[in-house]
């Protein structure tokens, strides 16, 4: 899995595109002399909740509620109020993905493609197994599709108190392998901390 670590990450969220596009260009504007864009990725929704292979993502999420007690560093840690993310952008390979038989597909996945619901008899390579967060840790998850009808893929975007646990789910998909990485694949690769916005008020000019 490629690293390709930046200094910083920029996510802006919104409901249209063009309000995104003047956000994302005064951003530039007022970071300029400071910082230059390396890398551009716009995402957007699909069928709500699922992603490009047509199963629903993020099954494992916790509430929002419960969200904070997984991926915000707690109090008297370093970095308390923050979180680790874990960046990356991964290609599907569609044609040989949309071969498979729903079956097929949910043997790969570990998962009913209707309802997500978790096989009884999933195989031990099977993605489910292999990012198992009973065994591995919980982490929040965001992720979102992104690309065009002929180059496409996902986004991945996970949030953890722990590096630890990112990075241990990462070493099990490649150790195992998951069999989800027979049709997609990493080309992108990067951790970053996010600040508490506490932390960052520190860096603030005077009002």
Same mark, same amino acid.
């Given at each position: 899995?490629?690293?390709?670590?930046?200094?910083?990450?920029?996510?802006?969220? =919104?409901?249209?595109?063009?309000?995104?596009?003047?956000?994302?260009?005064?951003a530039?504007?007022e *970071?300029?002399?400071?910082?230059?864009?390396a +890398?551009?990725t716009?995402?957007?929704p699909?069928?709500?909740?699922?992603?490009?292979?047509?199963?629903?993502?993020?099954?494992?999420?916790?509430?929002?509620?419960?969200?904070?007690d997984? !991926?915000?560093?707690?109090?008297?840690?370093?970095?308390?109020?923050? /979180?680790?993310?874990?960046?990356?952008?991964?290609?599907? @390979?569609a @044609?040989k993905?949309?071969?498979?038989?729903?079956?097929?597909? +949910?043997q790969?996945?570990?998962?009913?493609?209707?309802?997500?619901? +978790? *096989?009884e008899h999933?195989?031990? @390579?099977?993605?489910?197994?292999? /990012?198992?967060?009973?065994?591995?840790?919980k982490?929040?998850?965001?992720?979102?599709?992104? =690309?065009?009808? /002929? @180059?496409h893929?996902?986004?991945?975007?996970?949030?953890?108190?722990?590096?630890?646990?990112l !990075?241990s789910?990462?070493d099990?998909?490649?150790?195992?392998?998951?069999?989800l990485?027979?049709? /997609?694949?990493?080309?992108t690769?990067?951790?970053?901390f996010?600040?508490?916005?506490?932390?960052?008020?520190?860096?603030?000019?005077?009002a």
């Open positions: 899995m490629p690293a390709t670590q930046h200094d910083a990450v920029l996510w802006l969220s =919104g409901s249209a595109y063009d309000v995104i596009f003047d956000v994302s260009r005064m530039i504007r *970071l300029g002399g400071l910082a230059v864009v +890398e551009e716009s995402s957007w699909y069928q709500h909740d699922r992603d490009l292979t047509g199963f629903i993502d993020g099954t494992e999420n916790p509430s929002l509620i419960d969200a904070p997984v !991926a915000v560093v707690d109090e008297g840690r370093s970095g308390a109020g923050g /979180t680790v993310l874990l960046l990356q952008k991964w290609v599907h @390979d @044609d993905w949309e071969a498979l038989s729903v079956a097929d597909q +949910e790969v996945m570990g998962r009913r493609k209707a309802d997500s619901v +978790e *096989l999933k195989p031990d @390579d099977s993605h489910v197994a292999s /990012t198992d967060q009973d065994r591995l840790g982490i929040f998850r965001r992720n979102m599709p992104y =690309g065009t009808v /002929t @180059d893929g996902t986004m991945f975007v996970g949030f953890s108190s722990d590096q630890q646990i !990075a789910m990462l099990s998909m490649v150790k195992t392998p998951d069999a990485t027979r049709y /997609t694949h990493p080309i690769g990067a951790y970053y996010v600040p508490s916005i506490e932390s960052i008020r520190r860096f603030a000019a005077p």
